[in-house]
């Protein structure tokens, strides 16, 4: 599955694009942090409101800052692929096959299921009837909880990109 | 002084342990806090320029403290990573450059506060003034230069190469 990853990243020009012009990866870099700001300040707010922070400010309303967290994380998918695409060590193999890379899109994907959980088994119709000083149900505040975990982990994994070979070495792999 | 610093027992353990809690947590942990403080302050802001009127002005003023908790991480994490460094950042323009633009989007932080949630009209829920949207602007704009200057203080080679920028002092 890693050399079709690997494969299909390095079939458009991308990688290419990526390597002969030295201001994509900072640019992108800069990019994948406004997209990082963006996914946290929307989702993580209406997190942390579902657990009780910022009572006042009423959930059906803060959820209408999702749509921004969407684009931040479209924005992150886009750079993020380039960034794998165009590795400039290693090319996309060495990134797949990174451990602490790995662990970020597993905490991505979990992410992205408790979401679909939140909407699907009807959690955020629930959470958006309270009231604005009200109480979400306990449901709501297990997928808050389960959300900010997966999503802060995505940020501690992916910073451990970089530095593989200290995770390896904590866990003696 | 500077080497002093740098080779404190701290800076030392931060920089070179093989830990995983020394410098790559370090360094998770200023990117979480960033994305608190900055999140925060960017939906705060957006709301101040009218985006999701449904909110109450005044029930945004409980986010202050989680701001700070995102500063008092990025403050502990980015003055350890400092000390690790030292005498390379301290010649980076772009990381002074970025450190100036944390203290005015903090002292936004704080004007904000002052003039926009102590406002009566915010306190007694009647409206907000006229101010809030200049104070909103420019805590998109400092927050926006602040990690682009932050990420490029990275690439010092590019930095030179396309704006002609180099080191400080050397």
Known sequence: ?173 | MIDAIENSAYAIWVRESPSIWAFTTILSLHAMGLAIIVGINTMIALRLLGYVPGIPVASLRKLYPWMYVGFTINAFSGLSLLAANLSNDSHNPMFLMKLSLIALAMINLELTRAKVFDDPLVVNGTGVPAAAKRFAMASLVLWTLAIIAGRLSEYPSFVQAWLGITPIGQ
């Open chain 1, 1 to 173: 599955m890693i050399d079709a990853i690997a494969n299909f990243l390095t079939a458009g020009p991308f990688d290419e694009f990526v390597a002969t012009n030295d201001w994509v990866w900072p640019l992108c870099e800069i990019l994948h942090f406004f997209g990082m700001a963006l996914l946290i300040g929307s989702v993580g707010l209406v997190d942390a409101r579902m657990l009780g922070i910022g009572k006042g400010i009423p959930i059906k309303s803060l959820e209408r800052f999702v749509p921004l967290g969407v684009i931040g994380f479209c924005i992150n998918v886009i750079t993020g692929l380039l960034f794998v695409a165009g590795n400039p060590v290693g090319g996309p193999q060495e990134y797949l096959t990174n451990l602490a890379l790995q662990l970020k899109m597993l905490c991505v994907l979990i992410a992205g299921v408790n979401v679909l959980l939140f909407y699907a088994l009807g959690i955020a119709k629930a959470a958006n009837a309270v009231g604005p000083s009200g109480d979400a149900p306990m449901s709501a505040k297990i997928v808050a909880v389960v959300s900010l975990i997966l999503w802060f982990g995505v940020i501690y994994f992916g910073r451990f990109i970089m530095y593989n070979d200290t995770l390896l070495y904590a866990w003696g792999l």
